[in-house]
């Protein structure tokens, strides 16, 4: 009930100040266009968080200075401490990244963030900024008007910074104008008490507008216009820097345990900081005024900047240190849950919100309903896994595994790859339409790819019931054929593992291919296997019937899996692997390499000599 | 010369077919690089390899050899492309 009626009441009490105050409706309406300016500037640089921001950030967080410097540097540009917070949670969250790389960023971003009062104070405040606001305006809403979405991205960036500039103005303005009515420094209170009650006044500030940025702005032209006392705009600038956490910890809400410890990480961070900063803010006034008049800093707006940066300085001095402890700590309070196979992993709320990190997520989680339905068919199978991806020979391998194990293969489908794939379905109907036509083409292939995952799991099913039979059969030669069943399924998920751990180095397809080729030799029928088993009593036709199915069954699981496997380990996100599955031969070209085999038996290898030459 | 040149090069730059087929092209051609790599070892590695290894080893070569015959396939139809968009 009280939730419902707080916005309207807020709009009241607005709408009250206005009648009031011109002078209030112009601060209102400049802190509405700045914040309307932060969101052009944030979903302008979501245009371009897809691969190049992505490949950046993997690069940029394997070492924790590189984490660091990446915060500073992209909060420095962004000029937004909510998006990249957003953003990194999000990535962590589809585990692009890891949670130490996570905290590097958020503490760079603390530090990058302090950038935005320099701006303001150094610069802002000094020039009229609507001059600079308009041009960039006009050339921002010509360009969101075009078709590619890089220019639309710079569109709504360079309406981001106008709209920032306009509010800027007319907060300015307003400040200046309401001095002469109303003067709002006489409410200012000193002391102890004032800097907690002042603290406690930013915090709430940032909470309701959920960007520090907008808060540090109003305190800036606050006390440019004699407003506010600069002991208390420090102390709003402090409780906006703890505030500014709310926007991550609602971020966090959505996401995995990895998200909820990198947003605590964030809050540990900013409230220490808030904390070290109202016990020893006598002595960050000395350390202010010293540099000041060391470097010839004169007005107060560009003291409280450096008085901002000075205090998120100390806190990453405090702080960094401690980063693996904070991390271990976090790992140990924020307990993720066994990852139980039913549960997505890689999907949740916070992932959607890029379309690169919802797509990446997929992914992931696509390759994870792999690995769970390769334990099972392994299982059905009863080969050993250690044995299977290990250098022996696989006939080796299925000869000597012997022990018949009776896998409920309904039971484990049911509980944890139909939920599974269930899951990433939903998932990517509720993404909604991703930015471009990659990202939509790569979601199609990976739920093609869950959904081969599924009907491989399927035939193997139908092929178990014979198999387990079978493969301790009294007769030879029914138990060497379903060995050789067993063994080119084997293949397969060999040549699936290899293509799995391959590196940008190795040629996948070929290793693809070699696995359809092997695949397509095994045809009983075709080679005249069956017809001779038959003919020479050795098998009985009913016997050949069940052989005939189950070749079919393992074919059919064979190409499902490798087609799977193609989107999820061969076709990857650069252009080279791209081209690269384009090389990968078709049924057609397969058939014909089989068949100038077996006219010609084993070919001459080409020498370099007679190689075709690269051009 | 020099103009018509800088005008192939502008014209590359603002047509994003033509920079996507320049693209693919520079990417095939790093991939047919890497495969032909790959072939070398494959060789090398025959030179020392037992009887059942070489067979494995032929397989691989006979199909690395179709693929980069395929590659180098699209590669020529990239070139040719290219240059009738670029003349045309």
């Given at each position: 009930m009280i939730r419902r009626l707080i916005l309207p009441f807020t709009v009241l009490i607005l709408l009250y100040g206005f009648y009031l105050s011109p002078d209030f409706k112009q601060i209102s309406a400049g802190v509405a266009v700045f914040l309307f300016?932060?969101?052009?500037?944030?979903?302008?640089?979501?245009?371009?968080?897809?691969?190049?921001?992505?490949?950046?950030?993997?690069?940029?967080?394997?070492?924790?200075?590189?984490?660091?410097?990446?915060?500073?540097?992209?909060?420095?540009?962004?000029?937004?401490?909510?998006?990249?917070?957003?953003?990194?949670?999000?990535?962590?969250?589809?585990?692009?990244?890891?949670?130490?790389?996570?905290?590097?960023?958020?503490?760079?971003?603390?530090?990058?963030?302090?950038?935005?009062?320099?701006?303001?104070?150094?610069?802002?405040?000094?020039?009229?900024?609507?001059?600079?606001?308009?041009?960039?305006?006009?050339?921002?809403?010509?360009?969101?008007?075009?078709?590619?979405?890089?220019?639309?991205?710079?569109?709504?960036?360079?309406?981001?910074?106008?709209?920032?500039?306009?509010?800027?103005?007319?907060?300015?303005?307003?400040?200046?104008?309401?001095?002469?009515?109303?003067?709002?420094?006489?409410?200012?209170?000193?002391?102890?008490?004032?800097?907690?009650?002042?603290?406690?006044?930013?915090?709430?500030?940032?909470?309701?507008?959920?960007?520090?940025?907008?808060?540090?702005?109003?305190?800036?032209?606050?006390?440019?216009?004699?407003?506010?006392s600069y002991e208390n705009a420090l102390a709003l600038s402090i409780g906006s820097n703890v505030g500014t956490t709310i926007t991550a910890i609602i971020g966090s809400l959505g996401s995995n345990q990895d998200g909820k410890r990198l947003a605590a990480a964030h809050f540990i961070f900013n409230i220490t900081t808030g904390l070290v900063a109202i016990i020893f803010i006598g002595e960050f006034m000395k350390a202010v005024d010293w540099i000041s008049t060391l470097i010839g800093l004169e007005n107060d707006t560009t003291r409280l900047a450096l008085f901002h940066s000075l205090f998120n300085i100390t806190g990453l001095i405090l702080m960094l240190p401690l980063v693996n402890t904070l991390e271990a700590f976090l790992v140990k309070r924020f307990h993720a849950p066994a990852p139980g196979v039913k549960r997505p992993k890689y999907l949740n709320e916070s992932v959607k919100q890029f379309a690169d990190t919802s797509v990446e997520a997929v992914r992931n989680e696509t390759i994870r309903l792999y690995e769970t339905a390769e334990r099972i068919i392994t299982q059905s199978l009863c080969l050993p896994r250690s044995e299977l991806y290990s250098d022996r020979s696989i006939p080796e391998v299925v000869a000597q595994a012997r022990k018949v194990i009776r896998e409920d293969i309904n039971e484990k489908y049911t509980l944890n790859v139909k939920s599974l794939y269930g899951a990433i379905v939903e998932f990517i109907s509720q993404i909604g339409s991703p930015r471009n036509p990659q990202q939509m083409e790569a979601l199609r292939l990976y739920r093609s790819a869950g959904a081969k995952i599924v009907e491989a799991l399927k035939a193997i099913k139908h092929l178990q019931k014979n198999l387990l039979v079978h493969m301790v059969s009294r007769n030879p030669a029914v138990r060497d054929q379903y060995d050789k069943i067993r063994t080119f399924i084997a293949n397969t998920l060999r040549a699936i593992n290899t293509m799995k751990n391959a590196t940008t180095e190795d040629v996948t397809i070929l290793t693809y291919d070699e696995a359809r080729i092997e695949l397509a030799r095994n045809d009983i029928v075709a080679d005249g296997t069956l017809d001779e088993l038959i003919r020479s009593h050795r098998i009985t036709p009913d016997i050949a019937v069940s052989l005939m199915n189950d070749y079919v069954y393992a074919h059919d699981a064979c190409n499902d899996l490798l087609t799977a496997a193609e989107t999820l380990f061969v076709r990857r996100k650069s252009d080279a692997h791209q081209v690269e599955v384009g090389l990968s031969l078709g049924e057609e070209e397969i058939a014909e390499l089989i068949n100038r085999e077996n006219l010609t038996g084993a070919e001459t290898v080409t020498h370099p000599e007679n190689e075709i030459k690269t051009p | 010369m020099k103009l018509k040149a800088l005008l192939s090069t502008l014209s590359e730059l603002l047509d994003a077919d033509l920079r996507q087929q320049s693209q693919e092209y520079d990417e095939l051609k790093k991939v047919l690089k890497k495969m032909k790599k790959k072939r070398n070892h494959l060789l090398d590695e025959l030179e020392s390899a037992k009887k059942d290894e070489r067979e494995r080893i032929e397989q691989q070569l006979k199909i690395l050899e179709a693929q980069r015959k395929k590659g180098i396939g699209v590669l020529k139809e990239l070139k040719a492309n290219r240059s009738k968009i670029k003349s045309g």
């Open positions: 300016g932060m969101l052009a500037l944030e979903d302008g640089f979501r245009t371009f968080a897809g691969g190049t921001l992505d490949a950046l950030l993997r690069k940029s967080t394997d070492r924790l200075w590189k984490s660091l410097t990446f915060g500073i540097v992209s909060t420095t540009l962004v000029q937004s401490s909510s998006l990249i917070s957003l953003l990194t949670i999000s990535f962590l969250s589809s585990g692009l990244i890891s949670l130490a790389g996570g905290i590097g960023i958020i503490f760079g971003a603390n530090l990058g963030t302090t950038t935005g009062a320099w701006l303001v104070a150094g610069f802002g405040l000094k020039v009229s900024l609507a001059v600079w606001a308009m041009p960039l305006l006009v050339v921002g809403v010509l360009l969101i008007f075009q078709k590619s979405q890089a220019a639309k991205g710079a569109g709504y960036v360079l309406l981001g910074i106008g709209f920032l500039f306009l509010g800027i103005e007319f907060m300015k303005q307003g400040f200046e104008a309401f001095r002469s009515s109303i003067d709002l420094s006489r409410f200012s209170i000193g002391g102890f008490k004032g800097l907690l009650i002042y603290t406690g006044i930013g915090l709430a500030a940032t909470v309701v507008m959920q960007s520090s940025h907008a808060v540090l702005v109003l305190i800036l032209t606050g006390l440019a216009a004699g407003q506010l | -």
